[in-house]
Nanobody, 125 residues
Framework: QVHLVDSGGGSVQAGGSLRLSCAVS????????MGWFRQAPGKEREGVAV???????TYADSVKGRFTISQDNAKNTLYLQMNSLKPEDTAMYYC???????????????????WGQGTQVTVSS
């Protein structure tokens, strides 16, 4: 059974940093395409960053230069380093796992099969 457990969220002031983690079990993590998504109150869920099995990445324009997606294959863990946080980054953040053929060329979520429970990020001004 596949489990994704998100953690690392919290409350920070604008300009601060957080690192989200996603521990993956029961899945061929090393060959998966992994992504971070977020959903703010009253808004649709949107893609934030994706990393594929070849290590290629793609980011939403709103987070480029501030967020970095990475993974530790030895620990089966996905990370999202978030710097220079803004109030508009406030949302529930979810990690997701997709099939190995999926490439990091877009931020659509349709191909992602497994999801974490989410971790809340709140940025105050």
């Amino acid at each position: 059974q596949v489990h994704l457990v998100d953690s690392g969220g919290g409350s920070v002031q604008a300009g601060g940093s957080l690192r989200l983690s996603c521990a993956v079990s029961g899945y061929s993590y090393k060959r998966a395409c992994m992504g971070w998504f977020r959903q703010a109150p009253g808004k649709e869920r949107e893609g934030v960053a994706v990393i594929d099995s070849e290590g290629s990445t793609t980011y939403a324009d709103s987070v480029k230069g501030r967020f970095t997606i990475s993974q530790d294959n030895a620990k089966n863990t996905l990370y999202l380093q978030m710097n220079s946080l803004k109030p508009e980054d406030t949302a529930m953040y979810y990690c997701a796992a997709g099939p190995p053929w999926l490439r990091a060329v877009h931020l659509g979520e349709n191909e992602f099969n497994y999801w974490g429970q989410g971790t809340q990020v709140t940025v105050s001004s």
